[in-house]
């Protein structure tokens, strides 16, 4: 089956940095991805959609300029979460759609900031 | 608005009991439902998939019901396992020809299994 992986799996950051997650499709083209936010004990909640090739739709209330994200090619996209806050501390999980309009969800991140 | 309430937010059950969960829906166009499994700490595992014409399907010891007049779904956990513990999320998919099926998901169930 359709595999999405995600690096890191954990990162620890300091409150004012920023952080890079890498969301991969292993084997198959994802023309579009998905990032999702999922704080305790929730539901993820869908932060944006990233299209290749051109600029992320972000969810209302999500701040494009905090949490960029870049779709430079059919397998890979990232999600930075800039001068990061201790309550961007959270895990965040990605998912990639096929041509079928399947979408794989990737093992998440968990971020943590001090 | 879509929405997917699911039932019980939490239960907690025996090993070896059997154990049903419950997933109520209001999203149209209705595209599919899957039920999937989530691990702390993990990404969702998709366990079953149903589209508008399916009333059941299983995996293994997970069975899940559709009911497509009254929109409503359920997940049968048959024998339960300890590694049955985790959320399980209703995630009902929503046509959208322009960009593509969209997600509306549950709150999930967290269930726990104990010896």
């Known amino acids: 089956g359709a595999v999405v992986s995600q690096h890191p799996s954990w990162v620890i950051c300091k409150s004012g940095t920023s952080v890079k997650i890498e969301c991969r499709s292993l084997?198959?083209?994802?023309?579009?991805m998905f990032w999702y936010r999922q704080f305790p004990k929730q539901s993820l909640m869908l932060m944006a959609t990233?299209?290749?090739?051109?600029?992320?739709?972000?969810e209302q209330g999500v701040e494009k300029d905090k949490f960029l994200i870049n779709h430079a090619s059919l397998t890979l996209s990232t999600l930075t979460v800039t001068s990061a806050h201790p309550e961007d501390s959270s895990f965040y999980i990605c998912?990639?759609?096929?041509?079928?309009?399947?979408?794989?969800f990737g093992p998440g991140t968990r971020l943590t900031v001090t | 608005k879509n929405q997917v309430e699911q039932s019980p937010q939490s239960l907690i059950i025996l090993e070896g009991k059997n154990c049903t969960l419950q997933c109520n829906y209001t999203v149209s166009p209705f595209s599919n439902l899957r039920w999937y499994k989530q691990d702390t700490g993990r990404g969702p595992v998709s366990l079953t998939i149903?589209?508008?014409?399916?009333n059941t399907k299983s995996n293994g010891r997970y069975t899940a019901t559709l009911d497509a007049d009254t929109k409503q779904s359920s997940l049968h956990i048959t024998a339960s396992q300890l590694s049955d513990s985790a959320s399980y999320i209703c995630?009902?998919?929503?046509?959208?020809?322009?960009?593509?099926?969209?997600?509306?998901f549950g709150g999930g169930t967290r269930l726990m299994v104990k010896p």
């Open positions: 084997d198959f083209q994802a023309t579009t």
């Open positions: 998912s990639a759609r096929d041509l079928t309009s399947e979408q794989y």
């Open positions: 149903m589209t508008f014409s399916e």
């Open positions: 990233s299209n290749e090739g051109s600029k992320a739709t972000y």
């Open positions: 995630v009902v998919s929503v046509q959208n020809n322009n960009a593509g099926n969209m997600l509306t």
